[in-house]
């Protein structure tokens, strides 16, 4: 399990520049004033509960970084965190007595898109912006979306169409067999779905041997995976993450999966490391925000190193830049309130750990890019971790994997 760490004076002087930079200068900080409050509901507990304590890391770890430089508009900032068990209704709950009881300005997470779903219409009724750093559902942003909230790690199209280009390259315009395996719930089917539609838009000819939809978390996964076996296709695209993925993978290798099949799913760097030796080689990755392949992430990665001894995975990232994000649209609008900072981050260009990124106006999605890469053999000489190939990195841009305004707008009717 990955460890909450807190930057370097340093490093953070230099993360918290490029947010006052950007910003007008806002009050001065001041002792009378009382802390402003956010709040983090996710899942912290379960298969998928590394994904939410490493969000809950970054956010806590960029509010410590902001308060050591003097807080938001002369007030500290302070998070306060629930268990939402990888449940909508408890989700809800969750984030409407942050609001009520616990007077959030701002909301981050979940990592659940069906928990997003439940937390999003409660952004809008109390007009508090809400921040989605792992949970990625293009509904969100689409048939579900509110001036209130912003989306900052690639949707559910963009990583299948990421996914689905890398193997349109892969295949050389030759036939192909192929299997699905997801999850199943909305992220699980739509993630599919995506993936389905891109493999058509791009002209790769396929043939679709299986699919099959394993419940969240579930420990024991050899019915579904005895069915992808005896399908015998070519290549099969799982949508799992994290817990689940480990999971897969361990099971997948003891039916020679991976000997038979090219499998791609998200081996990201918490799921490498989980796997050590038995991650496995050749198969196909893909990551929405590899330490080891955005630049500019070095110092940041080294002094996450340094003191914990282990790399930043995604989920910090990502949620650390989700509050960078919420900071940049304060102080641009020189208030707290939902609707100032709503409006002052439609548009808007933020600059954050990993770079300059825009929010585009008709949605809130960031404009950022998805990674794909194939699992090395052994371990980074640079990092110690078997991370991926440096030659087979592919960023796939934001401007050729996402949907265009007009078809996001076609989303909500």
Not at 269 to 287: C, N, R, T, W
């Amino acid at each position: 399990m990955r460890h909450a760490r807190i930057l370097s004076a340093m490093a953070a002087a230099s993360l918290i520049a490029g947010v006052a930079a950007c910003g007008s200068s806002g009050p001065s900080p001041s002792a009378g004033r009382g802390p402003v409050t956010i709040g983090e509901s996710t899942t912290l507990s379960g298969a998928i509960a590394e994904l939410g304590q490493s969000g809950l890391q970054g956010v806590q770890l960029a509010v410590a970084d902001i308060n050591a430089h003097g807080g938001l508009l002369g007030h500290k900032v302070k998070v306060v965190s629930a268990d939402d068990a990888a449940t909508p209704a408890t989700g809800a709950s969750n984030v409407r007595s942050m609001i009520l009881n616990d007077h959030a300005v701002a909301i981050f997470g979940p990592v659940s898109s069906a928990v997003a779903a439940a937390e999003e219409p409660l952004a809008a009724e109390y007009k508090v912006p809400i921040f989605f750093h792992t949970s990625n559902d293009i509904n969100l942003m689409g048939k579900g979306f509110t001036k209130y909230a912003f989306q900052v790690v690639p949707n559910t199209v963009m990583e299948s169409r990421a996914a689905a280009d890398y193997l349109a390259k892969q295949s050389g315009g030759k036939p192909i067999t192929i299997a699905t395996f997801a999850p199943a719930y909305s992220f699980g089917y739509d993630t599919v779905s995506g993936f389905l539609t891109a493999l058509k838009d791009l002209h790769v000819h396929y043939k679709l041997v299986a699919q099959e939809f394993p419940p969240l978390e579930a420990p024991n996964i050899s019915a579904y995976l005895s069915k992808i076996v005896t399908a015998r296709p070519q290549y099969l695209f799982n949508a799992q993450f994290g817990g689940d993925l480990v999971t897969f993978t361990k099971q997948a290798a003891g039916y020679g999966l991976f000997a038979k099949t090219k499998v791609i799913a998200m081996y990201d760097s918490p799921v490498l490391e989980a796997l050590g030796s038995s991650a496995p080689a050749s198969a196909i990755g893909f990551d929405r925000a590899p330490f080891w392949a955005i630049p500019g992430l070095g110092a940041f990665n080294r002094e996450f190193h340094a003191r914990y001894g282990a790399w930043p995975s995604e989920w910090a990232i990502l949620a650390y830049t989700a509050v960078q994000t919420w900071a940049y649209g304060v102080k641009r609008a020189h208030s707290f309130g939902g609707d100032a900072v709503s409006a002052a981050l439609a548009g808007a260009t933020v600059p954050t750990i990993r770079g300059d990124i825009t929010i585009r106006a008709c949605d809130h999605q960031a404009e950022i890019p998805e990674y794909v890469g194939v699992v090395a053999s052994k371990p980074d000489p640079s990092y110690g971790e078997i991370l991926w190939d440096p030659s087979s990195l592919f960023a796939a841009p934001f401007a050729t994997i996402d949907l265009s305004c007009a078809q996001v707008e076609a989303l909500r009717g």
